[in-house]
């Protein structure tokens, strides 16, 4: 009795993880290119280059385009589709909605740093 309860739960271990790799993701992150290093020589210090946060997700079942952002910096955010602008906000903390397939690219500008990120639907 005590082996075929062992090899039940061995089977049902093996099962889950295939059952839950089969599933796709509704949220996907965006990768966001933050600012870097200047690529003009100078004869400041190096310093390591600046990093803001900032994390953009696009969620499948919702058709959105999500941004966050935990500084305090004041910008605007452009969304555009193969390289038409679609929608803008001058919140950076935003969501779009996104209805049509393409290459959507995402532009974040402030007075101190832009970001950019892309992806495919």
Known sequence: MKKIITIFFAVIAFILPMKAGDETPTSIPITVEEPGKDATPTLKPLR?????????WYDA????ISI???????GEVNLYCDGVLVDNSSEINTTFMVADHGLYTIEILTDS?????????
């Not at 079942?61 to 959105?64: A, E, H, K, P």
């Not at 966050?68 to 004041?74: D, L």
């Open 113 to 121: 740093w832009t970001a950019t990120g892309s992806i495919s639907l």
């Open 48 to 56: 390591a280059p600046m990093r803001v946060g900032v994390e953009a």
């Open 61 to 64: 079942n919702l058709g959105t």
């Open 68 to 74: 966050s952002y935990s500084g305090e910096a004041n």
